[in-house]
């Protein structure tokens, strides 16, 4: 006669977030998910730019709060072009009077309503025109590429410029313009990755089944194109801001007194010898904002990238 068996021990949340037999669809995503973020987070860089991120979040968020001075009225006759630390003023005050850290935490709110915005329209469109033209192939493929190519033979700075002098300057029109040069690359990211699984026994059972081929885009390979998609993109945020950054700079982009970064710098140009708080202020927010996107997109990069999880 045997023993009565002992009931097997409860698992941990670790073991029952990376076992190999999940129980339900959703142990499997949050497995997925968990060992994505394990990976991501053994990265310190990468952590850090999640941190800044944040911060970029917590600021846009919490501007009216943080920043309690007008980023528009400024005091020309008490408050005109003083340093840092003067009076209360933080980072300073402009040549309107303005207080330049007001201004700087209101205008991470334009910074971030272009970013999503400009993310929001160009991958989409960049994601549809790469499925399709990888899927279908043939004379489509040929037309699409071909367009695609005639976008990236263009700087973008350049392509963008010549659309906001059609459309006029203002925000709308700057996001605008943005969008239309950015969705190329991320067209060529989602074909390739079309190309490589559209012959796969995966698509191939989905199409035996009867799948159409709408259905087997849409449901089937546009999901295996936006991991990669979202890498491409993270890492393109900083460019989106240096775009909307030189649109501004440039009297294209947001029209004053709207606090956006790039034209407050060409406020501050005058001023950039003697009084260089001006120009340097926003100049420092959009190197930080900038390298914050670029370390959390090669984080991204190694914690998305099948064949750095399976090393």
Known sequence: ???????????????????DRPQSRLQARLGRAYITWRQFSANHLAVLGLVIIVGLLFMAVFADVIATKSPVIGDLANARLLPPGTQGYLLGTDDQGRDIFSRIMHGSRLTLLVI????????????????????????????????TDIFL??????????????????????????AITSWPPYARIARAETLTVRRSDYISAVRLMGASPLRIIFRHVMP??????????TLDMAGIILTAAGLGFLGLGAQPPLPEWGAMIAAGRRFILDQWWVAAMPGFAILIVSLGFNLLGDGLRDALDPQESGR
């Open 153 to 178: 033979a263009f700087p973008k700075l350049v392509l963008a410029l010549a659309f906001v002098a059609a459309l006029g300057p203002g925000i709308q029109n700057a996001i605008i313009a943005i």
């Open 224 to 233: 295996l194109c936006i991991s990669s998609l979202i890498v491409r993109v």
């Open 1 to 19: 006669m045997t023993g009565p068996t002992t009931p097997a021990a409860p698992l941990t949340r670790r073991q029952w977030l990376l076992s």
């Open 116 to 147: 999503v915005l400009v993310a929001i329209i160009s991958a989409p469109i960049g994601l549809l025109v790469g499925t399709v033209s990888g899927y279908v192939g043939g004379w489509l493929d040929a037309v699409l590429m071909r367009i």
